[in-house]
């Protein structure tokens, strides 16, 4: 479950988002993303996607990227992925796919200028938005991505940007 600061976070960032009217609202299928959702003000209009979910590690679940590399040395999640030959887990082109999954349900919303909110994790979020701008999926690991932040992707001159990153005040 989130903690007290999460909880007082996923309220400010709901905040935040009340001035926008959303389309389509879709959430990762996890405890805490969807109380993220609820203390937002989201619960009501929230659709679970399963493509929202978090990167699946496989073999590697549970284990800290110092830890990977006492075997791997030169290991990247976004370049590599899980262990050598785990069918359990997810390759970065997985995570891709999925990923262009969501963008593809939602791009007609957002080309018709509706607004949509994603409420997920930080990994499955970045590959979204380096999907959105044309980038390599390996291009996720040049991004970091804070807890309880607002990003906002976009078009300008029609073209796919990104409008702000990884914080509330630039909405």
Not at 85 to 91: H, K, R, V, W
């Amino acid at each position: 479950p989130l903690t007290k600061r999460g909880s007082k976070q996923a309220r400010e960032v709901g905040t935040y988002l009340g001035r926008y009217r959303f389309s389509v609202v879709l959430c990762r299928p996890r405890q805490r993303a969807l109380q993220t959702a609820k203390l937002a003000g989201y619960e009501k209009s929230v659709t679970i996607d399963q493509n929202l979910a978090e990167w699946n590690y496989g073999g590697y679940e549970g284990l800290t990227t110092e830890e990977i590399r006492a075997d791997r040395k030169d290991w990247n999640l976004w370049r590599d992925g899980t262990p050598p030959g785990d069918a359990t887990g997810e390759t970065p082109e997985d995570v891709n796919r999925r990923a262009q999954a969501v963008l593809n349900l939602v791009t007609p919303d957002v080309k018709n200028g509706n607004d949509v909110l994603l409420i997920a994790h930080a990994h499955i979020l970045r590959a979204i938005a380096v999907a959105w701008l044309g980038l390599p999926i390996a291009a996720g690991g040049a991004f970091t991505l804070l807890p309880a932040t607002i990003s906002k992707l976009g078009y300008e001159s029609g073209t796919e940007t990104m409008l702000c990153w990884n914080t509330p005040p630039c909405i």
